[in-house]
């Protein structure tokens, strides 16, 4: 069984910060891409940023210059540091990871989620 378990969410008031973790575990041969995306209430779920396994990094323009992602292969873990939070990041956080259990098969798994909340 192959899981992603997120953390670090909370409520913070504007200009805070929060960092969010997430864990992948079980049978995993390797993992490739992480990141982060985001749903607002009444929005589609959209991409905050990722990693590769390289440490390449995207972001969406609304985040650049506030969010950081990272990852520690080792821990099978990556992050997201949010800095300067804004009330429109308020959302439930998702974690997705492309894995293989078998190291020939790939798949995206997802997270529960973790809430966002910033006061204004």
């Known amino acids: 069984q192959v899981q992603l378990a997120e953390s670090g969410g909370g409520l913070v008031q504007a200009g805070g910060s929060l960092r969010l973790s997430c864990v992948a575990s079980?049978?995993?041969?390797?993992?490739?891409?992480m990141g982060w995306y985001r749903q607002a209430p009444g929005k589609q779920r959209e991409l905050v940023a990722y990693?590769?396994?390289?440490?390449?990094?995207n972001y969406a323009d609304s985040v650049k210059g506030r969010f950081t992602i990272s990852r520690e292969n080792e821990k099978n873990t990556v992050y997201l540091q949010m800095d300067s939070l804004k009330p429109e990041d308020t959302a439930v956080y998702y974690c997705?990871?492309?894995?293989?259990?078998?190291?020939?098969?790939?798949?995206?798994?997802w997270g529960q989620g973790t809430q966002v909340t910033v006061s204004s």
């Open positions: 079980g049978r995993i041969a390797r993992i490739n891409n």
């Open positions: 990693i590769s396994n390289n440490y390449k990094t």
């Open positions: 997705k990871a492309t894995m293989s259990i078998t190291g020939y098969d790939w798949g995206d798994y």
